[in-house]
T-cell receptor, first 112, second 109 residues
Framework: DTGVSQDPRHKITKRGQNVTFRCDPISEHNRLYWYRQTLGQGPEFLTY????????KSRLLSDRFSAERPKGSFSTLEIQRTEQGDSAMYLC??????????FGSGTRLTVV | RKEVEQDPGPFNVPEGATVAFNCTYS??????FFWYRQDCRKEPKLLMSVYSSGNEDGRFTAQLNRASQYISLLIRDSKLSDSATYLCVVNGNNYQLIWGAGTKLIIKP
């Protein structure tokens, strides 16, 4: 499978716990994006990497959120001290330069 | 005003009909435009890019109107399988793509 893969597909966690999601982009894609999507809304931009450099970070991303792409390949998104408002679908996408994105299937987070 | 606006619908359309959606954007400097399709509880998938000269792919036609800052998507001979949410996407500042909230389309037999 040469698409974008995300792990896990679903995560249920208790409020206050930390969670980490992983994204493996398409191998030849240099850009990697994290988005969050809630019901009835389009995806909201969280952060963007070009290779291993994190070039943009949304104001939506509080200091509880951190993302890394250490070797310019896979990326992780960590949420510390989760809150119920963090419940959403977290989507990873990759692209080659400014071509259209390819999305992963997403990680659905539920904070209880 | 939202940066990318779409009519949320739903558009209820009989099978075989033609349906069109519009999407307006606020950043006149935008250069890249896309239509994505999203099925319920699935990830968005690229439907087509929108070029200045327009773009046609089978039953789907996308147009760009820079003067009025909108893009359109036309679906001809609609199929039941076209039922989905259609998301308009426009590039913003600093590499970001700005997403509309989507237009829900329901094709009825």
């Amino acid at each position: 499978d040469t698409g974008v893969s995300q792990d896990p597909r679903h995560k249920i966690t208790k409020r206050g716990q930390n969670v980490t999601f992983r994204c493996d982009p398409i191998s030849e894609h240099n850009r990697l994006y994290w988005y969050r999507q809630t019901l009835g809304q389009g995806p909201e931009f969280l952060t963007y990497f070009q290779n291993e450099a994190q070039l943009e970070k949304s104001r939506l991303l509080s200091d509880r959120f951190s993302a890394e792409r250490p070797k310019g390949s896979f990326s992780t998104l960590e949420i510390q001290r989760t809150e119920q408002g963090d419940s959403a679908m977290y989507l990873c996408a990759s692209s080659r330069d400014t071509d259209g994105y390819t999305f992963g299937s997403g990680t659905r987070l539920t904070v209880v | 005003r939202k940066e990318v606006e779409q009519d949320p619908g739903p558009f209820n359309v009989p099978e075989g009909a033609t349906v069109a959606f519009n999407c307006t954007y606020s950043n006149s400097a935008s250069q890249s435009f896309f239509w994505y399709r999203q099925d319920c509880r699935k990830e968005p998938k690229l439907l087509m890019s929108v070029y200045s000269s327009g773009n046609e792919d089978g039953r789907f036609t996308a147009q760009l109107n820079r003067a009025s800052q909108y893009i359109s998507l036309l679906i001809r001979d609609s199929k039941l399988s076209d039922s989905a949410t259609y998301l308009c996407v426009v590039n913003g500042n600093n590499y970001q793509l700005i997403w509309g909230a989507g237009t829900k389309l329901i094709i009825k037999p």
